[in-house]
Antibody
């Protein structure tokens, strides 16, 4: 059973870059697609983007100019970088394994990132 | 592209059935049979309930069912139980440029 675990700083200053890593255990990252999804406090879900182990990626148009998702198959990890953050980027960030077309089948527990000076 | 539209709340008594709607457009729900539903309890990660409109992953009770007609999808929870009280989110594929859209979520209360 694949498990996912997010890690990274819980506090980021405005205008800086948010960086998170998702570690995949119980299976290889060398299959499927892998996504980042976020949820502002008390609000709904927003898809950020996905990456394939081959390196191909796709991003939410509203975030595309600020997002980079990368994969490290040697470490069974994939990562998120979101630049020029503001308070609006404060959210719980989830990593997820895509089980099929546009289906987030397995989720990490999530990590809260607060943007504040 | 705007999020999919869900009612903010729904409720029902134990044993009853409740249906939650999810309205999109001809470029998302209306174009693809890639509608999913997720259940989220407070403080927990979302859990996949339904995928490809009406399919259930292993372990999801058959009390949960999905349907789609035109630009609107729906989730029905039959035989409501106390543990069904949670937030429910729909999602849909929306083409290669906006791969995955979510609804705003519906809070289900079991009275």
């Amino acid at each position: 059973q694949v498990q996912l675990q997010e890690s990274g700083p819980g506090l980021v200053k405005p205008s800086e870059t948010l960086s998170l890593t998702c570690t995949v255990s119980g299976g290889s990252i060398g299959t499927y697609y892998w996504s980042w999804i976020r949820q502002p406090p008390g609000k709904g879900l927003e898809w950020i983007g996905y990456i394939h182990y081959s390196g191909s990626s796709n991003y939410n148009p509203s975030l595309k100019s600020r997002v980079t998702i990368s994969v490290d198959t040697s470490k069974n990890q994939f990562s998120l970088k979101l630049s020029s953050v503001t308070a609006a980027d404060t959210a719980t960030y989830y990593c997820a394994k895509m089980a099929g077309a546009a289906v987030a089948g397995t989720w990490g527990q999530g990590t809260l990132v607060t943007v504040s000076s | 592209q705007s999020a999919l539209t869900q009612p903010p709340s729904a409720s029902g008594s134990p044993g009853q059935s409740v249906t939650i709607s999810c309205t999109g457009t001809s470029t998302d729900i209306g174009s693809y049979n890639y509608v999913s539903w997720y259940q989220q309890h407070p403080g927990k990660a979302p859990k996949l309930l339904i995928y490809e409109v009406s399919k259930r992953p292993s372990g999801v009770p058959d009390r949960f069912s999905g349907y789609k007609s035109g630009n609107t999808a729906s989730l029905t929870v039959s035989g409501l139980q106390a543990e069904d009280e949670a937030d429910y989110y729909c999602s849909s594929h929306a083409g290669s440029n906006n791969y995955l859209l979510f609804g705003g979520g519906t809070r289900l209360t079991v009275l």
